[in-house]
């Protein structure tokens, strides 16, 4: 069932949960693909009822970033909930969301606002004000939808380790179920963003992964070093690329690794033409 | 019943949800007086079950404030709750809210953060990053108990007008109950800092709601200019105040009125002493 405004959301969850059903919430800018899927799937497989919110949030768009031209294809989003036996599609306007009145900024409206040491690196550095924007729009569907569980992929493991900061930290009664990184056979996380690459750009963005799981094999074979780990991706790369950052974090609070151990995440960002991707693979 | 974690609240508030009972929230920093009294028979009345919380909220207390001094009289607050047929008092430590890991800093803890146009003027501009903590603990109070209503008073007016903020854009599923303030019969407002007072103190206090009282008084006569309401207050200072200042704002957004109307609250802060109090009055 595709609803459009909060107070019904509210009254049919309202419902559900008198009858003592649990509610799984995904949380999604739609244009929704099997990564998106998988998340959907596991929320329906283990909670009575799924809602699935197709929101593309303006606030967690930096300047210069691509709101306008974000894909949105919310006729196949819903075909592709319904399959998947997704209870509610709940897709609100902007303006539902965040009211006409005053410009989206922090002079007239309240923020969640993430740590600094959670959001000073890896994406947080170029996206300033992104996981702000994050924290905030989820904050706001966690209390419209009131959900048992709620969904996230691994595929953005920063927001992942932010939103599962910010549920502690602010006591918020939502489980959050992380789901692992769908990706194509040829190793190519999926994500939204893949709309934008060429078939050669999709070449190239296969060094994402290639590097990750050398790094890992080489892990494997005893390598901790984060120096030497991290050289090993210079073969990967060519004049397509332009790399972002290439780390090691904990898995937990995101601290930086000298050696890497089984606690370590190794996260990637890498520019191929203007299209700008993530990937990221967990050592353990 | 006296309970200190936040694992055993929200036990006992599962199962009054599951009888279907209604829920109200007073949340306090304790040395309970006949205001907050106030506060708690509302919503003894109009709710199944009450929880008062008493938390001395460290991150609402800004460098230089009285955080080690401010009073806490725990034995005597569980006895005017119990009296007043409260169901639970939630007394937790600072480490059951906070943990004991990181310091409590926008580094390591998610906050929850006001508009700016909402704090950058009255009691916000001398203390700064206090409604931050307010905001911070309020929602984790709100998420730990759940609550239907939430009593706050209209003595800490842009208090109460920053939560109804937080509250509508965050979707936050409880509703707001501003309550009057109460007055000795001299017209002092309560307050739990009165207790810093001296006999002569007390005295000059009585300036703040003087003040007030004559203000409307004028208005209520025909003077709608500000400046002129405003000149009314000299006659009752002496050097034994300090007045941080005198406004005139929107009850619902705090923007400044050069007119008053009916929708204004006039705002008032003076220091008597090392003694900073508050009051404010509606115009309507």
Same mark, same amino acid.
């Given at each position: 069932?595709?609803?459009?405004?909060?107070? &019904? @959301?509210? =009254?049919?969850?309202?419902?559900?949960?008198?009858?003592?059903?649990?509610?799984?919430?995904?949380?999604?800018?739609?244009?929704?693909?099997?990564?998106?899927?998988?998340?959907?799937?596991?929320? @329906?497989?283990?909670?009575?009822?799924?809602?699935?919110?197709?929101?593309?949030?303006?606030?967690?768009?930096? $300047?210069? &970033?691509?709101? =306008?031209?974000?894909?949105?294809?919310?006729?196949?989003?819903?075909?592709?909930?319904?399959?998947?036996?997704?209870?509610?599609?709940?897709? $609100?306007? $902007?303006?539902?969301?965040?009211?006409?009145? !005053?410009?989206?900024?922090?002079?007239?409206?309240?923020?969640?606002?993430?740590?600094?040491?959670?959001?000073?690196?890896?994406?947080?550095?170029?996206?300033?004000?992104?996981?702000?924007?994050?924290?905030?729009?989820?904050?706001?569907?966690?209390?419209? @939808?009131?959900?048992?569980?709620?969904?996230?992929?691994?595929?953005?493991?920063?927001?992942?380790?932010?939103?599962?900061?910010?549920?502690?930290?602010?006591?918020?009664?939502?489980?959050?179920?992380?789901? $692992?990184?769908?990706?194509? =056979?040829?190793?190519?996380?999926?994500?939204?963003?893949?709309?934008?690459?060429?078939? &050669?750009?999709?070449? !190239?963005?296969?060094?994402?992964?290639?590097?990750?799981?050398?790094?890992?094999?080489?892990?494997?074979?005893?390598?901790?070093?984060?120096?030497?780990?991290? &050289?090993?991706?210079?073969?990967?790369?060519?004049?397509? !690329?332009?790399? =972002?950052?290439?780390?090691?974090?904990?898995?937990?609070?995101?601290?930086?690794?000298?050696?890497?151990?089984?606690?370590?995440?190794?996260?990637?960002?890498?520019?191929?033409?203007? @299209?700008?991707?993530?990937?990221?693979?967990?050592?353990?």
């Amino acid at each position: 069932m595709l609803i459009h405004t909060i107070d &019904e @959301v509210r =009254e049919k969850v309202k419902e559900w949960k008198k009858q003592g059903f649990t509610v799984g919430l995904v949380p999604t800018m739609g244009a929704l693909h099997n990564g998106h899927l998988s998340l959907i799937k596991k929320s @329906v497989e283990k909670c009575d009822k799924t809602v699935v919110s197709v929101f593309v949030n303006p606030i967690q768009f930096c $300047p210069g &970033e691509d709101l =306008e031209k974000y894909p949105r294809t919310l006729d196949a989003d819903e075909k592709l909930c319904n399959d998947a036996g997704v209870d509610i599609i709940f897709a $609100p306007s $902007p303006k539902e969301m965040y009211g006409d009145g !005053h410009i989206l900024s922090n002079d007239f409206l309240t923020y969640v606002i993430p740590p600094f040491f959670y959001v000073n690196k890896l994406c947080g550095k170029s996206r300033v004000g992104h996981f702000d924007g994050v924290c905030t729009v989820v904050n706001k569907l966690f209390n419209i @939808v009131q959900p048992d569980f709620a969904f996230f992929g691994e595929k953005d493991r920063q927001q992942l380790i932010i939103l599962k900061k910010m549920v502690k930290d602010l006591n918020i009664p939502v489980r959050i179920i992380p789901c $692992p990184i769908v990706r194509e =056979e040829n190793g190519l996380a999926l994500s939204s963003r893949n709309k934008y690459l060429s078939d &050669e750009d999709k070449q !190239h963005a296969l060094a994402l992964s290639k590097i990750l799981f050398n790094i890992k094999a080489c892990y494997n074979n005893g390598i901790k070093d984060v120096s030497e780990l991290s &050289e090993t991706a210079y073969s990967y790369l060519n004049n397509h !690329h332009s790399l =972002e950052y290439l780390e090691f974090r904990d898995a937990d609070d995101l601290e930086e690794k000298k050696t890497a151990d089984d606690n370590t995440i190794v996260f990637i960002a890498l520019k191929i033409g203007n @299209v700008r991707l993530i990937d990221n693979i967990a050592l353990r």
